[in-house]
């Protein structure tokens, strides 16, 4: 383990450097860069820590999700305070060095990588959660990640609209709109925002709220990945309820596919604003050795038997087992593998996601999907391990909100959809997994409502989708990203989350 010093400026230097510098050669240490970097360590807070490429905790702190096509970084600056966040920028802005934001460490989109000898601004030390005195709001460090919310507002007998997965932050979700089991009753993560303290590229912060800098904080909810580093939410809390969440698991064989999913697009129609649709394709060797099953799971806000009675249409489809119980929102996130110890946060894997935004089911789409899984897990088994993820939330909250009130686009969708192609990495296998990926994406994307116009939500995006799917078609969205883009960060430094410049 190493910390910075006045007297590792030199090697700092030769760290960050965006260019190429043998470790014998000093000819770009200028009298300015290295009284810059000498200068710097003081400028932090005590508790901030800074670590150099090749330390054990370089190595812990820079540990990602997904390796493949991650960010290459020379050094880690652990902020612990907004001022320290501001220094860092500041300094990567004098010395033309790239920088990256972490907090969970889930962002996997193809351009991160462009991000070369980056410094990543670790938020992990920014993750207060407290109360306003209001009661209805509470304010939020930029680095808290979704479990230290939950259990933050929890304590106080309160909840709010946050991600499923526990070890995801949540700033970025809500930065690119956020889904969550809250949704259909409040409104997107990006929804409950009431304020937010962002640094600029130069190192400036701003607030921004409905009364300050409006413009930007329309930009921050939808694609706020491109404008600034958010070091505190003031955000909407709701009261907890008397009763637990309610769950009923639905494991069915393949040949249920058609009834399965003919009831889901029904049941879309009429969905209480309390429930969620929670599905995957993916193998369970326990209970088909050969082929993948169908996880059917119905979530619901409300007390055991308004969710039995609203589920019992599932069971009328001769599933193979019914599980069923009450818990909290980590028991949810335990029974959907998106606990700390589940697959949706498991480290060391290569996992490609090719989303997709639908109004409902093509059920023959469905099934070329399935097909196309099962043949595939059978002549690839190193992807066999890979799930396909079908999210149906209720979404009346979403659709309450005025669609050009905020960047994010997708307000009309009913479901949110991706494959997850897991495997352990093997450049063998990328180019294989890549197109099988694209090839599930393709198939629901031509039965679709609409196949000459993919959407793509933008935390899920790979980076190989027409920014128009990313961030809408409407031709003004674009347009005004991009102007108030050259406004807030005229010099594009932040560019490597799925950038539209």
């Given at each position: 383990m190493r910390f910075l010093s006045a007297v590792s400026?030199?090697?700092?230097?030769?760290?960050?450097?965006?260019?190429?510098?043998?470790?014998?050669?000093?000819?770009?240490?200028?009298?300015?860069?290295?009284?810059?970097?000498?200068?710097?360590?003081p400028l932090l807070s005590p508790e901030a820590t800074i670590a150099l490429r090749g330390s054990c905790l370089f190595n812990n702190l820079t540990s990602r999700w997904r390796e493949w096509h991650a960010p290459n970084i020379a050094a880690v600056v652990q902020v612990a305070t907004e001022n320290d966040v501001q220094q860092v920028v500041r300094l990567a802005s004098k010395l033309k060095i790239p920088f990256v934001a972490r907090a969970g460490g889930h962002g996997a989109t193809e351009s991160l990588s462009d991000a070369k000898n980056a410094i990543q601004i670790d938020f992990r030390k920014l993750?207060?959660?407290?109360?306003?005195?209001?009661?209805?709001?509470?304010?939020?460090?930029?680095?808290?990640?979704?479990?230290?919310?939950?259990?933050?507002?929890?304590?106080?007998?309160?909840?709010?609209?946050?991600?499923?997965?526990?070890?995801?932050?949540?700033?970025?979700?809500?930065?690119?709109?956020?889904?969550?089991?809250?949704?259909?009753q409040y409104g997107l993560a990006a929804d409950q925002v009431v304020s937010a303290r962002v640094v600029l590229s130069n190192g400036d912060l701003v607030t921004v709220s409905e009364k300050s800098n409006?413009?930007?904080?329309?930009?921050?909810?939808?694609?706020?990945?491109?404008?600034?580093?958010?070091?505190?939410?003031?955000?909407?809390?709701?009261?907890?309820?008397?009763?637990?969440?309610?769950?009923?698991?639905?494991?069915?064989?393949?040949?249920?596919?058609?009834?399965?999913?003919?009831l889901a697009n029904k049941m879309l129609k009429d969905q209480p604003a309390e429930a969620t649709h929670w599905g995957y394709i993916v193998k369970a060797a326990a209970i088909d050795p050969v082929h993948p099953i169908l996880w059917f799971g119905i979530i619901y806000d409300g007390p055991t038997e308004t969710a039995r009675a609203y589920a019992?249409?599932?069971?009328?489809?001769?599933?193979?087992?019914v599980q069923a119980g009450e818990g909290t929102l980590h028991d949810l996130a335990t029974l959907t593998f998106q606990d700390a110890d589940g697959a949706g946060c498991a480290y060391g894997l290569t996992s490609l996601r090719y989303p997709i935004g639908l109004k409902s089911y093509n059920v023959a789409a469905v099934r070329k999907v399935y097909d196309h899984i099962d043949e595939t897990f059978q002549k690839v088994p190193e992807v066999s391990g890979s799930f396909f993820l079908l999210e149906g939330y209720s979404t009346q909250g979403v659709q309450a909100v005025d669609s050009a009130s905020t960047a994010f686009p997708h307000r009309d969708d009913e479901i949110l959809v991706t494959s997850y192609v897991q495997y352990t990495p093997n450049s063998t296998i990328d180019p294989i997994?890549?197109?099988?990926?694209?090839?599930?994406?393709?198939?629901?994307?031509?039965?679709?409502?609409?196949?000459?116009?993919?959407?793509?939500?933008?935390?899920?995006?790979?980076?190989?989708?027409?920014?128009?799917?990313?961030?809408?078609?409407?031709?003004?969205?674009?347009?005004?990203?991009?102007?108030?883009?050259?406004?807030?960060?005229?010099?594009?430094?932040?560019?490597?989350?799925v950038p539209f410049v």
């Open positions: 400026a030199l090697s700092l230097l030769n760290l960050l450097s965006p260019l190429p510098v043998l470790a014998t050669d000093w000819s770009i240490a200028t009298a300015d860069n290295t009284s810059a970097l000498a200068d710097f360590r993750n207060q959660v407290k109360l306003n005195s209001n009661g209805k709001t509470a304010r939020i460090g930029g680095g808290a990640n979704v479990k230290q919310v939950i259990d933050g507002l929890e304590a106080v007998g309160k909840r709010a609209v946050t991600g499923i997965c526990e070890c995801v932050g949540l700033s970025a979700p809500i930065l690119g709109g956020g889904h969550g089991w809250l949704q259909g409006p413009d930007l904080f329309w930009a921050i909810k939808g694609a706020g990945h491109n404008f600034g580093l958010v070091t505190e939410w003031e955000y909407r809390v709701h009261d907890t309820k008397e009763h637990q969440w309610s769950y009923e698991v639905f494991i069915y064989s393949q040949d249920k596919l058609e009834a399965l999913y003919e019992k249409p599932f069971h009328d489809i001769e599933p193979i087992t997994a890549e197109e099988f990926g694209k090839t599930l994406r393709d198939f629901l994307l031509e039965g679709s409502d609409d196949p000459e116009h993919l959407r793509a939500y933008v935390n899920y995006a790979n980076g190989d989708e027409p920014l128009e799917a990313v961030y809408g078609w409407d031709k003004w969205r674009l347009q005004k990203l991009r102007q108030l883009k050259r406004q807030w960060d005229p010099k594009n430094t932040m560019k490597y989350y």
